[in-house]
């Protein structure tokens, strides 16, 4: 025991404490192999153990994270772009906590009704610069609401009187209420609307005498409905573009004038429906015995439909995913499970669910307790770029792309820069005067042109993997002569020592003299400039793929990451697009090179001299 | 020493020829055809037997068709262009035609080649002055804690790429307390005179040549460190410490003027590269330089344009690998470069 908290300490004080320590005669000129003193001198440099560290952490970070988080090349999501880092956008305000009476869930934001008629938004709710949704117009606060819906920028809430309000996003009609509702407002009078829902830029309304709104924008949305089905709506569905209606006779419809995935409504809904629902692309129905109908453009598996164990009479769709309340008070889930949308948590199954509110990536589900239950997006870490992608995604497989590419041209150019300048440096005469021009010739190659050259010329002919692949080969290539002329110079000084003179008697042969007897004694400065070089080949890629030269998005890397950053309103409003990856990328040099600084001094015989 | 001299521009001759010719077989593997692209204008006015004729016609006065050494040799001025005679190439001040710009490359790179001057004598002059002091300062007071400090913050400041660097300065200097333009290189549409036109410029160039300055800082520090710390490590400093003499005379007198022999190679190794100009800042400022004019060429496919910049580029470093290898003995006689 003691003897472990002895060498805790001594790891400690190796690392930050302070190493003056009194040594007697004896210890202080004890006789060390170089390999100890090397790794004496490293471990006592607090800088390089630092630097190593972290470097390990980032690497540890990029190597294992991809696993876990996948990255999916074509994935990008035009309603969670530009958030900001956060884990919060499911947290109920503390108000409306237990005095739930409806939750509408957005695209990054929440709006809720409490029992007193307050509105409440939660989550990210800045649309643009100039709209944010958490600015409730003075009305809609001061009037009771009891309903509200949330399309992809604006929000749509239903008083007591039957008043609508809209706010948010208002330039494309969304706020343009019909007629009849504008008039009934304008003269008091009750429209008895009983439902609100909200889609792309359109909303719909409907009155419990089977009267059906529908008002937005008409370019995206069919907002149009047909005449046979006028005063017999029960209930409406909104996809993204499009909606079904059910009808007081219990059959459902598609009251648009299009023809789309949703206008050839199948057999089996003709009659006996009691509940209808809709995903952004798909719509559903369910029957009296519980059978379940989806239909549309099915694309996240939202037509398989879970085995259940008591009869769904509810159903509620998120933008991907569906959401069944069973007789039986538990919930099912299916569709897409992406930000967990179709993983419910343990303790929904043990409450008895009175109702669910579902949308977008989030599910509310009310317990007969009046609590809340939550699953679905909570939110990004690191947030989300222009195109809706988790950052913390990016820059772990990022880094795993920007790290490999470092490593493997390092190793091409290694190898090439080690053996021509091994060779070079041992025979030299014409062979040294041919390697050293060649030399030359490729040091002669400006070396950020070049490259931009080679990609942009070969770069457009092949794939995104070979893309990545040519980066390597290039790299390596290109960056040869510095170690070339290194390993020269080493062998030209170790080539006239004893020892190879003696190796020479002995009658080894040459290679062997290169490799075995001279090689091992420049080890050090090829682990020096592998280290720094590696630094050097991460930032000439980065720099390459941030001009857009090197490699190319999808494909992520530290470097093109940064691209979309060089304009003032990302640097300003979005900074987290650019803070993140260029922190990691810059802690990551800063610590390699930080290493091999501490190595080279550890290395260095002066810097033991006292 | 001019044998070696003779050689060593010989040599320099031999690789830039090998580079360029490497070049211009590399720019000759992008698909294009610039008889078609002549001829785009007038395509619909012509019957398509009367367009084929005329197309083969100019193909072969351009000489598209011939080998691809012939070509080169038109291209650097060795042989004589095919429709006039004579010798028409880089040899003879012909760079080519810049199709994004619509104007012979001679035209394009001069006044851009003013700006990238401008620019990086202001890094030059501003970045020697701030390194070599810091430098010595480090050097004399090695392993002390303002040393380590500065040693620290050099290896931050080279291992940072220069666009994150760019980045956070905007972010600092532009966005957050709007000192300096965002980019750009002048206000647009005021015609200032005079002083106005220099203080605009000023007010321009500034957040740039902060950054060029700032992310050159780190290699010539620790240089001018190593230099000096070489220098103070010699054996007549130890006399000139016996001697009694005052340390300040010692470190600037005695230390510096030797240390100085192999910084003032990197210096004037470093004066050549004024001329390249950083293709990063460049593009991101949108200053008009030799560096965004570069970029645009590739951008836009502009290949004679780019060929012509990348020959420039390539002939500032093979001349500056030159000087600075001559440099060695001019400003020390002891080197004898030549042996």
């Known amino acids: 025991m003691e003897k472990k908290n002895k060498n805790k300490s001594s790891l400690f004080s190796r690392l930050f404490g302070n190493r003056k320590k009194e040594m007697s005669f004896l210890e202080e000129e004890q006789v060390q192999s170089p390999g100890r003193i090397v790794l004496r001198n490293f471990l006592h440099n607090p800088l390089g153990m630092t630097g190593l560290i972290v470097f390990l952490v980032i690497f540890a970070f990029v190597m294992i994270a991809p696993r876990y988080i996948k990255l999916d090349l074509s994935y990008q999501d035009n309603t969670q772009v530009n958030v900001p880092p956060t884990m919060s956008l499911m947290e109920l305000p503390k108000e409306l906590q237990g005095h739930v009476a409806d939750i509408a869930p957005g695209t990054t934001f929440s709006v809720g009704v409490s029992d007193t008629g307050k509105v409440y938004t939660w989550g990210y709710t800045r649309i643009t610069d100039t709209i944010d949704l958490s600015q409730i117009p003075e009305e809609v606060q001061q009037a009771r609401i009891v309903k509200t819906a949330t399309g992809y920028d604006h929000v749509v809430a239903l008083d007591e009187n039957g008043g609508i309000y809209v706010w948010g996003n208002e330039r494309l009609g969304q706020a343009r209420l019909p007629q009849e509702i504008k008039s009934a407002m304008r003269k008091g009078e009750n429209l008895k609307i009983k439902q609100i829902e909200a889609g792309y830029q359109f909303s719909a309304a409907v009155t419990e005498d089977g009267q059906l709104f529908l008002w937005g924008n008409s370019n995206m949305a069919d907002v149009n409905l047909r005449r046979e089905y006028e005063g017999q709506v029960e209930k409406v569905a909104l996809t993204t573009y499009s909606y079904i209606a059910l009808l007081k006779d219990g059959s459902v419809v598609y009251g648009g004038l299009q023809k789309n995935a949703f206008s050839d409504v199948p057999q089996e809904v003709a009659s006996g429906i009691v509940d209808i629902s809709s995903t952004g692309s798909t719509v559903a129905a369910i029957d009296k015995e519980g059978k379940i109908t989806v239909w549309g453009n099915v694309s996240y598996g939202e037509d398989e439909i879970p085995a259940m164990d008591s009869k769904p009479v509810k159903i509620y769709g998120g933008l991907n995913h569906y959401t069944a309340l069973l007789e039986n008070g538990d919930v099912v889930t299916w569709g897409s499970d992406v930000h967990n949308v179709s993983s419910i948590p343990a303790s929904v199954h043990q409450e008895k669910i009175t109702q669910i509110f579902s949308g977008f990536y989030q599910n509310y589900a009310l317990t007969e307790s009046g609590e809340i239950e939550t699953w679905g997006l909570k939110g990004y870490l690191l947030g989300t770029d222009d195109l809706g992608r988790d950052l913390l995604n990016r820059i772990a497989n990022g880094g795993r792309v920007t790290m490999t590419v470092g490593a493997i041209a390092v190793v091409i150019s290694l190898a090439i820069g080690i053996i021509l300048g091994g060779i070079a440096g041992y025979f030299g005469g014409w062979i040294d005067m041919f390697v050293m021009r060649v030399a030359e010739v490729v040091g002669g190659l400006p070396f950020l042109p070049f490259a931009m050259i080679l990609s942009a010329i070969i770069g457009t002919r092949i794939s995104v993997e070979q893309r990545m692949y040519l980066i390597m080969v290039v790299l390596g290539v290109l960056s040869w002569p510095a170690t070339c002329r290194l390993i020269r110079a080493q062998i030209l000084s170790q080539r006239e020592q004893e020892f190879v003179v003696a190796a020479k008697a002995m009658g080894v042969k040459e290679g062997a003299i290169v490799f075995r007897h001279i090689l091992p004694n420049v080890l050090s400065m090829i682990l020096v400039t592998a280290t720094l070089d590696f630094a050097t080949c991460m930032l000439t890629e980065s720099t390459l793929s941030y001009l857009g030269f090197g490699i190319t998005p999808p494909t992520p890397t530290w470097g093109n990451m940064l691209t979309s950053a060089n304009n003032s309103v990302v640097i300003q409003q979005f900074w987290w697009r650019w803070v993140f990856p260029a922190a990691i990328f810059g802690i990551c040099t800063i610590c390699i090179n930080l290493v091999g600084d501490a190595l080279r001094s550890a290395f260095d015989p002066k810097s033991a001299e006292r | ?339």
């Open chain 2, 1 to 339: 020493m001019k044998k070696y001299i003779v050689k060593r521009i010989f040599y320099m001759i031999f690789v830039f020829l090998i580079v360029s010719v490497l070049m211009y077989l590399l720019y000759n593997l992008i698909p294009s055809d610039p008889a078609r692209a002549e001829l785009e204008g007038i395509k619909t006015q012509l019957r398509p037997e009367e367009y084929e004729q005329r197309y083969r016609n100019l193909r072969d006065r351009m000489g598209l068709d011939d080998p691809i050494l012939l070509r080169y040799a038109r291209w650097m001025g060795f042989a004589p262009e095919k429709e006039s005679g004579e010798l028409n190439g880089m040899l003879q001040g012909y760079f080519g035609y810049s199709n994004f710009f619509k104007k012979d490359v001679s035209d394009v790179l001069p006044v851009r080649m003013k700006n990238t001057v401008l620019i990086n004598i202001f890094v030059t002059f501003l970045a020697l002055a701030i390194t070599i002091p810091l430098g010595i300062v480090c050097a004399v007071r090695k392993n002390g804690k303002f040393d380590n400090s500065i040693q620290f913050l050099t290896i931050i400041g080279y291992s940072i790429p220069i666009y994150i660097i760019s980045l956070v300065f905007i972010w600092l200097f532009a966005v957050t307390l709007r000192w300096f333009p965002v980019s750009g290189m002048e206000t647009p549409g005021a015609n200032y005179e005079g002083m106005r036109a220099f203080l605009d410029r000023v007010y321009y160039l500034t957040l740039p040549v902060l950054i060029l300055t700032f992310a050159s800082l780190g290699g010539m520090t620790r240089y001018v460190r190593t230099a000096m710390i070489d220098a103070l490590g010699m054996d007549y400093i130890r006399t000139a410490r016996a001697k009694g003499l005052r340390e300040k005379v010692v470190i600037y007198s005695h230390a510096w003027r030797n240390a100085l022999l192999p910084v003032i190679t990197v210096i004037i190794g470093w004066f050549i590269t004024i001329f390249s100009g950083s293709v990063i800042v460049e593009t991101t400022f949108t200053l008009n330089g030799m560096g965004q004019v570069y970029y645009l060429a590739l951008r836009n496919s502009d290949y004679e344009l780019a060929l012509a910049t990348q020959m420039f580029y390539c002939a500032v470093s093979l001349i500056g690998q030159l000087i600075m290898d001559l440099s060695y003995g001019l400003v020390d006689p002891r080197v004898r470069v030549d042996k």
